[in-house]
């Protein structure tokens, strides 16, 4: 992961909608410098280790508001994110999900996409990149005409 913007740099007030954020990682060093982004920017970050955590929470959060985004990544132990954006969908869960992955062998993209998710990053993700994405999943709440 790295940071293409000064320290400390957020976007103007008013030019983005802060979201609630499920950020779905098992590495320790990718929580932080994805969070770090995220919150920067104004975001609320929920973390999850592991694809079962992400399911417990977001079973938990289906009775509540819910998140706006979730940033899952694709290849984790025991329950990998294929598995989780299925269980989502199955149970009705039209959340943006974007997967974040290392692989970028052909197909793949595709193979995400098939299995429920929205769109995806590749890693290593840069600052700009991953807020713009989430951003341009959260604008059909800001423009409905999008």
Known sequence: MSDDSPAGATSAPGSA??????LVEDTRVNQMVLERFLTGAGHTVTLASDGDEALDIIETQRRGAGFDVVLLDMHMPRVDGYTVVRAMREFGDRTPVIALTAS????????CIAAGCTDYLLKPVTRMTLLEMVQRHLAP?????R
């Open 17 to 22: 909608r802060c979201a609630q954020v499920l």
């Open 104 to 111: 970028s062998m052909p197909g793949d993209r595709e193979g």
């Open 141 to 145: 709440a800001i423009d409905p005409a």
